[in-house]
């Protein structure tokens, strides 16, 4: 199984790249857009895009795949897909948007590859081999910098708008600064890469978020049990940080997950 794995990881470092050109340019064609609520979208792109990824994974392995836009079910080995994390970016041309592809077999993240094509950036870690951005090894900051933690904070309609206004507050409070930018995946990436100390959202699906937590576990941070209860399909809480903040960030959640 290692080997196959080992396959599997390989080629989803080619498959990242080429969803990201596919992307890339489908920019200008993109047509009306689709409306899951009036805060989320999908557009031609994100179809075609995960169209590609589960052709290409089915002409390869023939293994199963759970996608943002079309769905799937768990298996013992499932891959795990956004096809543009961060739409709403994608849409108003901004550079911070990814497409993220993850594997995961036996209950375990074995490989997680996210590409942010308007950054230059591909993230890949594979389960006890460590992380890395465009082949560097990458590291969660251990709050280095020497100044207050910076948490990114997602957010959705899918819990009350006051458990945010509460839970930045907290933050706050603790002395920890936050922001936002719209894409979970690189959220939870650019913490694994150390640019902040930590990701947090009270409710996120595991195709935002899986790839983007094995990086982090392999770039030295910590994350919560998101897999429990079935988050691969019905979504939980994220909690991804650098050691040194753990448990500031689940003092600060605490009741509103």
């Known amino acids: 199984m290692t080997d196959a ?4 990881h390989a080629f989803a470092i080619d498959l990242a790249r080429e969803a990201g050109a596919l992307a890339s ?4 064609t993109l047509g009306a857009l689709e ?7 999908a557009t031609r792109a994100d179809h075609a895009v995960e169209a590609l990824i589960r052709r290409r994974i089915a002409e390869r392995f023939g293994d199963p795949v759970i996608g943002e836009e ?4 768990p298996a013992d080995l499932v ?4 096809p543009i994390d961060g739409t709403v970016n994608y849409v108003h041309g901004t550079a911070r948007w990814c497409v993220s592809i993850a594997l995961v077999a036996g209950g375990e993240i074995e490989s997680g590859v996210i590409n942010a094509p308007d950054e230059g950036r591909l993230f890949t870690a594979r389960r006890g081999h460590g992380a890395f951005v465009n082949g560097v090894t990458a590291r969660v900051s251990g709050l280095r910098h020497g100044a ?4 990114e904070i997602g957010w959705s309609p899918r819990r009350p708008i006051e458990h945010y206004g509460a839970l930045i507050q907290r933050l706050i409070g603790d ?13 939870v990436a650019d913490t694994a890469a150390g640019l902040n100390d930590g990701y947090l959202e009270l409710h996120i699906n595991a195709w935002d978020v899986l790839a ?3 990086l982090v576990r392999e770039a030295g941070g910590r994350t919560n049990d998101f897999l429990a209860g079935n988050g691969l399909m019905n979504g939980n809480p994220i909690i991804v940080c650098t050691p040194e903040i753990e448990a500031r960030l689940g003092s600060a959640a605490m009741g509103l997950l």
Do not use: C, H, Q, T
């Open 5 to 8: 794995l080992g396959a599997r």
């Open 70 to 73: 079309d769905g799937g079910a």
């Open 25 to 28: 340019d489908m920019r200008g």
């Open 35 to 41: 409306a899951k609520n009036p805060m989320d979208y």
């Open 212 to 214: 983007g937590m094995l």
């Open 79 to 82: 891959w795990v897909v956004d």
């Open 175 to 187: 002395g920890i600064e936050f922001r936002r930018s719209g894409s979970g995946a690189l959220g």
């Open 148 to 151: 207050s933690p910076v948490v």
